[in-house]
């Protein structure tokens, strides 16, 4: 079992993070915060794919009419992300935001920070510290530390100051594109702050490169018992985000969302065209909820085993699939009718 980091909890719109709830998925919308009707309809996407918690960019003031709208009619709290001008985040505060995100090196003076702030105690909202390995504090931006070194001192220095205006209702990160350096800088906070820790590696790139690293910097952390929420970054819909962060906590046996898939890797046994057959059969499980595992199998070898483990499975023969249900077997269909076969036995198991 893992053992969490034992953190202080703290509310995002009636989502706990911290203090032992469940991690909480996270993503961003890619919309013009301006377009509210995009935005909506992007949230109620990422809503649908299992995110929990959606945060917003606020680039500029012409976005604050649509950003309140959208925190109206959100299903999913919203946190204002804010760099630069503290007008900004101290006015989605009042609008609605469900906590802010912001990076107090890039706002400007302490005092500016300090409105920021205010505003969030007075809105009753939490806000994320969030340091990026791309936009340091100057005072730690030029000093001859290693990164990771440089990352966990700005953050803990910021809480120091948080803490020092009496506001402890926060949630600390700090990512950088690098993994091995993400991951140092988390080890370093977990153990100087109390505060739940959102972990990502930011900039990660495309799809395939961006799961590859988040996989493997979120998955040591969360082994390790930290980090209370998550994002994947990718440079992707931000619904394939959600899709791999829920795949990464999955695999820990942490949290699911729905049903698991088993397949196995292609050979020379296979007889049957297993890739475009798994493949379905995972785009199909992606619009269910229940959390059921699935096993989809080319051939007698480990086949048989791994379907008889499964809640639902397949094994493949010369053209055709036994399909078993629970370590049963069932009935043998042929290579064009294994999905659907499949989805009718899950059908099944939910009613």
Known sequence: MIQRRATRPVSIGGV??????????????STDTRDAHATLAQIERLATAGCEIVRVAIPRFEALDCFQEV???????????????????TEAAARGAAKLRIN????GSLDRVDEIIDAAGEAGIPIR?????????????????????KLAASAAAFCR???????????????????????????????????????????????????????????????????DTLRVSLTADPVEEVDAAWEIL?????????PELVSCPTCGRCEIDLIPIAEEVQARLR?????????????VVNGPGEAREADIGVAAGKGVGLIFAK???????????????????LDRLES
């Not at 706990?16 to 919308?29: D, F, K, R, Y």
């Open 16 to 29: 706990p993070v911290g203090g032992g709830s469940p991690i909480a998925v996270q993503s961003m919308t």
């Open 129 to 149: 510290i969030g340091v990026n390995a791309g936009s340091l504090a100057e005072e730690y931006r030029d000093r001859d530390w290693p990164l990771e070194d």
């Open 104 to 107: 107090p090196g890039n706002i």
């Open 327 to 345: 370590g049963q077997p069932l009935r043998k269909v042929e290579e064009s009718e294994i999905v659907d076969a499949l989805m009718e036995e």
């Open 250 to 258: 999955a695999a820990l046996d942490i949290r699911r969302h729905g």
């Open 287 to 299: 619009e269910r909820s229940t959390p059921l595992k699935v096993a989809v199998m080319g051939c």
């Open 161 to 227: 100051h948080f803490e020092s205006r009496g506001f402890e209702d926060i949630v600390v990160s700090a990512k950088a594109s690098s993994v091995t350096a993400t991951i140092a800088a988390y080890r370093k906070l977990a153990d100087e702050v109390p505060y739940p820790l959102h972990i990502g590696v930011t900039e990660a790139g495309t799809r395939l490169t961006g799961t590859v690293k988040s996989a493997v910097g979120l998955g040591i952390l969360l082994f390790e018992g930290i980090g």
């Open 71 to 89: 925190c109206a009619a959100s299903p999913l709290p919203v946190v204002a992300d804010v760099h630069f001008d503290a007008r900004l985040a």
